[in-house]
T-cell receptor, first 112, second 111 residues
Framework: GNSVTQMEGPVTLSEEAFLTINCTYT??????LFWYVQYPGEGLQLLLKATKADDKGSNKGFEATYRKETTSFHLEKGSVQVSDSAVYFC???????????FGTGTSLTVIP | NAGVTQTPKFQVLKTGQSMTLQCAQDMNHNSMYWYRQDPGMGLRLIYYSASEGTTDKGEVPNGYNVSRLNKREFSLRLESAAPSQTSVYFC??????????FGQGTRLTVV
């Protein structure tokens, strides 16, 4: 079956620190992979995506590379800001395209 | 472009009351979903509809019913609310192999 496992939080970093949030997946076929971000009191917003192996998604300084050999899609940012404080969700879309699977979310707090 | 619209945004119910959460999307997406979000539990799928006229159970369907009224609208009904259904509810929609688009959520408290 399909599932997503992501690093548990909470994660607390100082401003300008390097961020990695690990995400691994199990899937049949060739899923698309996503990172969503949820700011306090808001819904989920797409942060970045990758639709095939070796694709790199990037947005707002965040990056993640679709690694089929390690079934991973780790989120990275070189220098975090206070405004990056949020909950981050890794997700996959099934091969058939109509099922979505989420990780449990990782809470990030960036302190000045 | 409104995207996914959920109503209401907030609701307080007494145990045993019923209510319907409404969701509408204007992106012509085939698939629509209802999730609940609880602290430390991430997002759990309640029901989904892969296309107009079809609905399927997700991970936590007990205590809920859904209706896919047409391609745009997908409602979630609580027939007899319980305190365990206190949560934030999100509706989402997607086209095949694209990202899911989310509504802003409904914060439901059952007392």
């Amino acid at each position: 079956g399909n599932s997503v496992t992501q690093m548990e939080g909470p994660v607390t970093l100082s401003e300008e620190a390097f961020l990695t949030i690990n995400c691994t997946y199990t899937a049949t076929g060739y899923p698309s992979l996503f990172w969503y971000v949820q700011y306090p009191g808001e819904g989920l917003q797409l942060l970045l995506k990758a639709t095939k192996a070796d694709d790199k998604g990037s947005n707002k300084g965040f990056e993640a590379t679709y690694r089929k050999e390690t079934t991973s899609f780790h989120l990275e940012k070189g220098s975090v800001q206070v405004s990056d404080s949020a909950v981050y969700f890794c997700a996959l879309s099934s091969n058939t395209g109509n099922q979505f699977y989420f990780g449990t979310g990782t809470s990030l707090t960036v302190i000045p | 472009n409104a995207g996914v619209t959920q109503t209401p945004k907030f609701q307080v119910l007494k145990t045993g009351q019923s209510m319907t959460l409404q969701c509408a999307q204007d992106m012509n997406h085939n698939s629509m979903y209802w999730y609940r979000q609880d602290p430390g539990m991430g997002l759990r799928l309640i029901y989904y509809s892969a296309s107009e006229g079809t609905t399927d159970k997700g991970e936590v369907p007990n205590g809920y019913n859904v209706s896919r009224l047409n391609k745009r609208e997908f409602s979630l009904r609580l027939e007899s609310a319980a305190p365990s259904q206190t949560s934030v509810y999100f509706c989402a929609s997607l086209w095949v192999n694209t990202e899911a688009f989310f509504g802003q959520g409904t914060r439901l408290t059952v007392v």
